[in-house]
């Protein structure tokens, strides 16, 4: 059973930071490509970042050089470092495990204040 558990969720300020984790369970971690999503009230869910088995990363335009992806494969665990937080920033993140089977998180909500 695979199971995609986020955390690290919560209200900031903006101009703060907040780390998200996801722990997997259920896959070969090491295998794995991984991604994070976010959605926002009345909008699509759109890609963030995503992180290939090796380490390299890459992001949405709206992140870039605000955010980082990494992954801990002894952990099981991929992170989404958030800095220089912005209002428009405020959704719910999913973490998802991508390939020809696709899995998520139950999601972690991010807010930002102005």
């Known amino acids: 059973q695979v199971q995609l558990v986020e955390s690290g969720g919560g209200l900031v300020q903006a101009g703060g930071s907040l780390r998200l984790s996801c722990r997997a369970s259920?896959?070969?971690?090491?295998?794995?490509?991984m991604g994070w999503y976010r959605q926002a009230p009345g909008k699509q869910r759109e890609l963030v970042a995503v992180i290939i088995p090796t380490g390299g990363g890459t992001y949405a335009d709206s992140v870039k050089g605000r955010f980082t992806i990494s992954r801990d494969n002894a952990k099981n665990t991929v992170y989404l470092q958030m800095n220089s937080l912005k209002p428009e920033d405020t959704a719910v993140y999913y973490c998802s495990s991508l390939g020809s089977s696709t899995y998520w998180g139950q999601g972690t909500q991010v807010t930002v204040s102005s």
């Open positions: 259920g896959i070969v971690f090491t295998l794995k490509t």
